[in-house]
């Protein structure tokens, strides 16, 4: 298996642009996460879905973030318009079967986002 | 307000020495335990885990110790290799909850020749 695939790696852009992050979670997992990772507050979950299905997005900082997930195997977090203070590490993660029994996360490898 | 909190950012340990790596939770509801390995440029991967029903779990090197009166746990790795030079992530869930794990954030174990 080739495990959670996030893209781009890197991104950096202006401010005021949009940014559209990728996830393809593991094939089977009905759970996929969206995470950023900033020094100030470590690893912080934004949104996650169950079955294509947004479960709680209470940790999206702004409404210029948003979310989806049209299939089981394809998710996006999209920041529009773009701030500096959004510079961040955005990992998207996933797991299979409910939460309270399997809390085991699996996690891509990020996509450093750069606002300047 | 962290729920979940790691008061050391780094720490550095010689090789062949035990590395303790704390951490301490203030939601009396998280009841499972979780340590996570991020190496740079790659994701956090899962290390070990505890339940709150027990007070320790072993794995090889590593040993999870959980104290639930003073809501805190420890991480030991014995001996420390090079290869443990790593950010580590303390994790916590309350059963039931479908809210995602809740992390530290953080401590950078260096590991020294």
């Known amino acids: 298996d080739a495990g959670v695939i996030q893209s781009p790696r890197h991104e950096v852009t202006e401010m005021g642009q949009e940014v559209t992050l990728r996830c393809k979670p593991i094939s089977g997992h009905d759970y996929l996460f969206w995470y950023r990772q900033t020094m100030m507050r470590g690893l912080e979950l934004l949104i996650y879905?169950?079955?294509?299905?947004?479960?709680?997005d209470s940790g999206m900082p702004e409404d210029r973030f948003s979310a989806k997930m049209p299939n089981a195997s394809f998710s996006t977090l999209k920041i529009q318009p773009s701030e500096p203070r959004d510079s961040a590490v955005y990992f998207c993660a996933s797991t299979w079967g409910r939460i309270a029994t399997n809390e085991k996360l699996f996690f891509g490898s990020g996509t450093q986002l750069s606002v300047l | 307000d962290q729920q979940v909190k790691q008061n050391s950012p780094s720490l550095s340990v010689q090789e062949g020495r035990i590395s303790i790596l704390n951490c301490d939770y203030t939601?009396?509801?998280?009841?499972?335990f979780l340590w996570y390995k991020k190496y740079p440029a790659e994701g956090p991967t899962f290390l070990i885990s505890?339940?709150?029903?027990?007070d320790k779990n072993e794995d090889g090197r590593f040993t999870v110790f959980l104290n639930k009166s003073a809501k805190h746990l420890s991480l030991h790795i014995v001996p420390s290799q090079p290869g443990d030079s790593a950010v580590y992530f303390c994790?916590?869930?309350?059963?039931?909850?479908?809210?995602?794990?809740?992390f530290g954030k953080g401590t950078h174990l260096i590991i020294q020749p």
């Open positions: 879905f169950n079955n294509n299905v947004p479960i709680d």
């Open positions: 939601n009396s509801m998280f009841d499972y």
């Open positions: 994790a916590a869930s309350a059963r039931g909850g479908a809210d995602g794990l809740t």
């Open positions: 505890i339940s709150s029903i027990k």
